[in-house]
Structure formats: structure tokens, C-alpha cells
């Protein structure tokens, strides 16, 4: 069967097609699509723009439709940056400017205070059948500093709890058994065999 990952970042992907490949799936994105539209995340929760991404792309495919609407919620900052982490420092959605952005309001903020998660909705969306949702976090602290290579994202300056490393120095396998994405995604498994 077919499932097209309604997502444009190339990072959310890699991790769908790794999680995804113990499943009887063929995963196709919208990066592989020409022409795909921009969905606009209009909605004000992460459940609310996944079920509009899931839902614009299946009606528009006629398909079944995964969609992930993710981010960092930090408690010191009122669990921003949170719907607007890609766009956090700005339209053109850098991975760097936002990271240096969350970095420059928690300067000289205690570790005690650094304390963040993120979050992860999916949305599985299917033609004639009612759309279903899934939430997955994973607790952390923000760093002073990236640190770390892999990933994506906020990765470098998430501390993972009780691990001493970020999810920047964890192997994509290490990452793919405990991200929010990765425990959103395996809830959505269980549900779909049920
Ligand atoms: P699509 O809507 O096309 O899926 P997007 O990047 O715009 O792509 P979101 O609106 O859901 O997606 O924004 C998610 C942002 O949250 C993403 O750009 C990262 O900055 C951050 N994020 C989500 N998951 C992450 C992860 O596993 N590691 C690091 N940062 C993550």
C-alpha cells in the first residue's frame, strides 16, 4: 500500500522512511511530487495543522495521507517557540537563525530553567474514512551551544533527559526509538493494526 508523507522538510522525511520501513508501506513524499501545494498551517495546536496538512493532500491525491506537525516547546519562553519553530527566526525557515534566536532569549538563564520538550502530531488522513491523531513528545534542556551533527532542526541544542548527549549526537537509529516522532508514529502503528 501506498502512504504519502505529506511533508516538505527533508530531515521529518528520513526519519519517516527509516521508522516506516518495518511496515508494508511505500512512502512517498511531497518532495517527490512536482506541483505540490503549500498547505497553510493556519491552525493554533500541532493536532490542528497535521489534520490540515493530512486532509488537504489526501483529498487532493485521492490517497492516504500521513502528516507531522512538530516543534520545541520551551517552559521558560510559554512553549514557544512551538506551531512557529520552522518559521521561528523568519519566513525562510533556517534551522540556524532559529537556533541562535532560542539560544539569545534563554541567555543566562539557569539549567534549572532550560527545561523543553518536543512535540510531535501526526495525522492520518484517508479518502471516505475519518481522520485519525496521534501526539508523541520527548523531555529535554535547551544547551548553551549546539552540539552535534546529525538531525536536524533544534537537534544540537536539545539535551535529551536522562541521556548525556543532544539528539544531535544520537545515530538516527538511537533518535528513531525515543523522538516524539517516533513514539507519535508508533502509537499510529498500533492503532492502524487494531
Ligand atoms: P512540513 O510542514 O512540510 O512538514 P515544516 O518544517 O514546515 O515542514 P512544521 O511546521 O511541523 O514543519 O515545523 C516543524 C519544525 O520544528 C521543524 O522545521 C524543526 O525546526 C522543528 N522540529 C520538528 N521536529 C524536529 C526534530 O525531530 N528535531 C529537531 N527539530 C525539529
Redesign the pocket.
Known sequence: KEVIIA???A??LIEFQSILSQYDLKAIS?LDLEDSPEVE?TGSTFEE?AVL?AEAISKLYGKMAI??????SVDYLGGEPGVY??RYAGAE?S?AA?IEKVLLKLKGVSKEERNAR?R?ALALSEPGRETVTVEGSVEGYITEEPVGGN?????PI?LVKDKAKT?AQLTKEEKNKI???AVALQKLAKLLNA
Open positions: 511533508t516538505k522538510n530531515g521529518k511531497l498551517e495543522n496538512k502528516a507531522d506537525d512538530s516543534g520545541l519553530s520552522a525557515k534551522d532559529n518536543f510531535c538531525g536536524f532542526g533544534y537537534d536539545f539528539m523522538s516524539h516522532r
